[in-house]
């Protein structure tokens, strides 16, 4: 059965057809699903075809009768299935070329800001396409990747990355994209570069200067604020609240959307500060939030919206003795601690996240994706769940989650896209999509100015005594954030 058949989409019916024919790369046993496989050009003649008498049979012998058979005969081709040409660059009858950007954990690790990378990336990424390929690639066409890796700290190297792929490089789109603060160059594939971007991490503003079509798995911030107070509001936690806003100078479009998010559910905030300290430069954040925290105290709210640096507002919050509780709207400042922050600062903060790491490597889709990369590669790992990983062990469930992840959405879109595969059917595919499912994502859609995927959202809270480090535990439902 292949992935697209095990697959849960949702939506109306002609999403789901659409989407059924989309998944069918996915293949992880073709002839468990039954049935006869459709012919091709390059395939051998049918052994139960009709073949003239060899040379040595005598000319009188009647040929002996042919035993029954139950089998169908293959399928030809359709007659007017669309042909494939060269339809765009990097693009061609037989191949569509991509770029796959992943992060440098060597650089990360050398200079202490990770413990551990993410295994062998690039294998993973390879596992995934090589399956694709191998159960009939998009349209029948295969995959090439074309692979680089990029620090995030900064923007030089991801810029170079970028021209390397979209200038040297005949590529039709990036996957994966980049993140950190070297996320301003996304830009440079979907604007300067006019070149597809599935991943990075999107903003109203660099979506407004896109010149190609960019779709993301995770949730706009923009919207993940909306959802956000929502869910605080189902939670009972905006009643009687006294609420202070804090955001960082990097995320200023959102920050000033939350103010009438909340007046709009009848709450007026007691304090609206930007912190406009840029994020990573720790000593002036500290001085920063020496400031704001006075600011907060005397305001006398007893609530922190935390939007951007998010690990520098835990820790001020801390530093200067605040009983408030901390609303963070990035969860990766909790994921990921820096050196300057510890669990105990972070402690008791509140975010809007997904599934959890161990729901999402045991959700069904992951677990198809698992499936493919464990048979590819048996013995290379254990199968273990994330939270059985210890601090320093390569953590291999990341890529294993998150690629198959990206690369779904990819391939889905460009199926829906059709034979003439271009940025602009690429779009109206994307425009199309409506209600489906990602590995991990039960909730997922894509429509007209609607270019992040993730729906699925819950609240949860940092808690310091789960692990070794600490970890977010989740405190609500995982629910469909656009309904």
Aim: net charge negative; hydrophobic share 40%.
């Amino acid at each position: 059965m292949s992935l697209q058949n095990a697959s849960r989409q949702r939506g109306n019916a002609g999403a789901l057809t659409r989407l059924l024919a989309i998944l069918a790369l996915f293949a992880l046993v073709a002839s468990a699903c039954g049935g006869g496989e459709v012919a091709t050009d390059d395939e051998e003649p049918d052994a139960t075809s009709t073949e003239a008498p060899v040379d040595d049979e005598p000319a009188d012998e009647e040929p002996a009768d042919e035993e029954p058979t139950d089998e169908e005969p293959a399928e030809e081709p359709a007659d007017d299935a669309p042909a494939l040409t060269a339809s765009f660059r990097g693009v061609t009858e037989d191949t569509i070329t991509i770029g796959v950007t992943m992060l440098d954990f060597d650089d990360l690790v050398s200079k202490n800001l990770s413990a551990q990378g993410w295994g062998d990336q690039q294998l993973v990424y390879q596992t995934y396409i090589d399956d694709i390929n191998a159960n009939g690639g998009i349209n029948g066409r295969m995959i090439e990747p074309i692979y680089e890796f990029y620090t995030p700290l900064g923007t030089t190297v991801a810029a170079e990355v970028c021209v390397r792929l979209t200038e040297d490089n005949e590529i039709f789109a990036i996957v994966g994209g980049f993140v950190g603060p070297a996320e301003t160059e996304n830009v440079c594939i979907t604007d300067t570069h006019e070149t597809v971007l599935v991943g990075g991490v999107q903003s109203e503003e660099r979506l407004a200067q896109a010149k190609a079509p960019w779709l993301q798995n995770n949730s706009l911030r923009n919207r993940r604020l909306s959802v956000f107070v929502d869910l605080l509001e189902q939670d009972g936690r905006l009643d009687d609240a006294k609420i202070a806003i804090i955001g960082s100078i990097e995320l200023e479009d959102v920050f000033e959307q939350a103010e009438a998010l909340f007046q709009a559910k009848g709450v007026e905030p007691v304090l609206v500060a930007i912190n406009d300290v840029p994020q990573g430069e720790t000593v002036a954040e500290n001085a920063r939030w020496q400031v704001l925290a006075e600011n907060i105290r005397a305001s006398g709210a007893d609530k922190v919206l935390i939007i951007g640096s998010g690990q520098a507002g835990t820790r001020g919050v801390f530093e200067n003795g605040l009983d408030v509780e901390k609303w963070v709207l990035e969860r990766q400042a909790l994921d990921n601690p820096g050196e300057n922050t510890t669990a105990e600062m972070l402690d008791g903060s509140i975010t809007p996240t997904g599934l959890t790491d161990d729901e999402i490597y045991e959700e069904a889709g992951t677990q198809e994706c698992r499936e493919i990369f464990f048979a590819a590669n048996p013995g290379l790992i254990d199968d273990k769940l994330p939270s059985e990983y210890v601090e320093g062990e390569e953590q291999w469930f990341n890529p294993l989650m998150s690629y198959c992840r990206w690369i779904q959405l990819f391939v889905q879109v460009a199926s829906a896209a059709g034979a003439d595969l271009t940025p602009e059917s690429f779009l109206a595919a994307a425009d199309g999509m409506g209600d489906f499912s990602l590995p991990g994502l039960p909730f997922s859609s894509l429509g007209p100015g609607k270019y992040d995927a993730d729906d699925s959202f819950r609240l949860s809270i940092f808690d310091m005594t789960l692990g070794e480090e600490g970890d977010l535990k989740p405190i609500t439902d995982v629910l469909d954030g656009t309904n």
